[in-house]
């Protein structure tokens, strides 16, 4: 899941992306508008982190660039000035979530796990398939009850994958999902992930669709 | 007590309407008794000549026995006070009284010679003219009461004052409805006023105000506008504040959840360095919002004249071990100029400290800040060039603009310090200058304090 974070002060950018990480996220971070509006046309984000008050301009008027052109990303606005009438305004002009500064990073990851269940059509916290549960919330991944030791790729595969039932997801994508732009991507990383999750979740979860990419095995 | 222009506008023009009906009835006064008086004194010559001559006659004898008769007038006698106003006597020479009309006095009217002359008779005052017949050897003495004469024209005074008196309470009452139809525009202005809501600054509508209010209004106009800016720079300054404050509270918040939630050494010890870093940032986030305070804070400056190398020495020393973290060196020239300038030391050194903070900042590691004195004509000039990245020239434009942040300025805090210089230089009637080294990259800042009088 990549998350765009719009954040101008070095150390809470940092601590975002850390943070976020060890949640299970991929962030990536930009400090003022222009790179935001850059980063939102180049790549496709399950979500956005976004400062309202930023050193050439107003995190609001990103977001309302987004939405009007019809970019339905989540947005979670964090602000420093948390009175009700800017909160309205934000969420009226097509935020979906708020936060106050300081915030907790726990709540944070959990109302950007919230936004991405809603963005993905979900209610359900917990994604499962066939024997196989999937908890963002805590990373946990279970077969057949029994807990499974997943690396952050591995989990953040198996999590895109879930994301998408028997559709085919093309590597590209996956890996553009899985990294942000300052990790290198060997071209056969994505290969290798699989590979180990095939090792531990057994031969038939994976397919491989040749010259498309992978996708959850079709038959049970 | 209260000045109401009303109750003064009502007072003068009660005064003036007063003063000129005065004049008016002084003047009508005056007029009316010297036209009664040179009426009635051409009538008193006129008729005592008219008895001389008919003196010369025959006739005059059975005439004026006939005039004479007690029975002839009784009638309209007593009737009008106008009527029987004239005495007349006939004096022979030799001061027997040949004659009189009904009703005068038998001591002579006049003890004068002839033409014009007044005498009191038992109370009466007669105005008479005499007129001698030297052909018939009498006097004729022709006189009319002083009494009638000042009744004739009070009566015109009356006629006049009268209905001037009744119409004066009418007057007064237009003048009243003039007065508070004239002010109404005041009224009506502090009216709107005294309506409006406490955050409506809006400024008043000129148009529809008299143009004898406009310096008023304008003065309103001006006021509100002070006002409202004043206001929004406190919102901003509100909003900025809270940004600047919290924000790092919420960088080290996180961090610190980091390093408590995290197993790995590598990441904990990351957010701990994030931490600290956060700290000083915050820190002196605090010190240049108090930097700020001190710049904008009303009252008189202090006009400690301070020697400008001291001041300059200071603030690189104290900046010593920011920039050895840095790795970046100051380099002072010309610290030994003491020229003393007129500003306020600390304010002086607010200023100084938050370029040289700001230039050893952007200057990559291993490079070079320096700081030069020049003294000039009146004038001290200190120049601080960095080896920073320089400023885009849309950037230049907005510097010194408060919470203005040039976009790539993130990595070290806000613009604040340019305008916490500039609002020093403004206020100690200096200069800042901002360009981009001609010589290669980097800014160059050139603060112009203007040398103490002393």
Redesign the interface.
Known sequence: MRILIVEDDPVLRDGLQVGLQLSGLQPDAVSNCADAELALLANDFSAVVLDIMLPDGSGLDVLRAMRDRQDQTPVLLLTARDDIADRIAGLDQGADDYLGKPFDLDELAARLRALLRRGAGRATPVLAWRNITLDPATLEVRCAGAVLALTRREFSLLHYLMERPGQVCAKRAIEEALYGWQEGVESNTVEVHIHHLRAKLGSGVIETVRGLGYRLGSEP | MRHSIRARLLLILLITTGVAWLSAAAWIYTNTQRQVEHVLDARLEESARMVSSLMSTDTVEAAMSAVASPDSLPAIERQSPYLRQLSCQIWSMSGKLVSQSEGAPDVPLALSGDGFSERSINGDSWRVFTVSNAERGVQVMVGDSVEVRRTLVFGVMQGTLLPMLALLPIAGLLIWFSVRRGLSPLDEMAATLANRAADDLQPVDTTRAPTELGPITSSINALLSRVASARARETTFT??A??????????????A??AL??QDSA?RD??LK??S??VD?SARMVRQLLDLTAADAPGSVSQAAASIGSVVRDVVASLDHVAERRRVTTVCSGEETSAAIACDVTLAGIAIRNIVENAIAYTPEGGEVRVAITRASGVVSVVVDDDGPGMAAADLAHVGERFF???????FGSGLGLSIAETVMTRCGGTLALTNRADGTGLSVRLTFPMSAA
Do not use: C
């Open positions: 909003a900025f809270a940004h600047e404050l919290k924000t790092p509270l919420a960088g080290l918040k996180t961090q959840q980091i939630a995290s990441i990351h957010a994030q931490i870093s956060g940032r942040r040039a976009r790539d300025a993130s990595s």
